[in-house]
Nanobody, 122 residues
Framework: VQLQASGGGLVQAGASLRLSCAVS????????AGWFRQAPGKEREFVSA??????YYANSVKGRFTISRDNAKNTVYLQMDSLKPEDTAVYFC??????????????????WGQGTQVTVSS
């Protein structure tokens, strides 16, 4: 299984970005998909996940970020609006088979993309 994340960049506060994660080697519809991020000197943290038709968000991004998936393209997206400097991090996509109670845990995902840098300037 390979995951290829893309779409990061350098933007100003208030701008938008859309991250994409193309999955190959597995049928995406059979898995949960998640986005995590890691800022310098900090632990990897949960951002959002899509599982069994339901979406989940960290409180820090709720209302600003939207996760979606296109099963025909085997791709997961993260639409990020109203970006803030504190959103600056490397963003990782992941797929796996977590249950609802564990989908916020990075250890619940079996396959990871390489990460894409998002930098938000003030």
């Amino acid at each position: 299984v390979q995951l290829q994340a893309s779409g990061g960049g350098l933007v100003q506060a208030g701008a938008s970005l859309r991250l994409s994660c193309a999955v190959s080697g597995r049928t995406l519809s059979n898995y949960a998909a998640g986005w995590f991020r890691q800022a310098p000197g900090k632990e990897r943290e949960f951002v959002s996940a899509f599982r069994l038709g339901n979406t989940y968000y960290a409180n820090s991004v709720k209302g600003r970020f939207t996760i979606s998936r296109d099963n025909a393209k085997n791709t997961v997206y993260l639409q990020m609006d109203s970006l803030k400097p504190e959103d600056t991090a490397v963003y990782f996509c992941a797929v796996g088979t977590p249950i609802t109670s564990t989908l916020r845990l990075a250890s619940s995902y079996s396959h990871w993309g390489q990460g894409t840098q998002v930098t938000v300037s003030s």
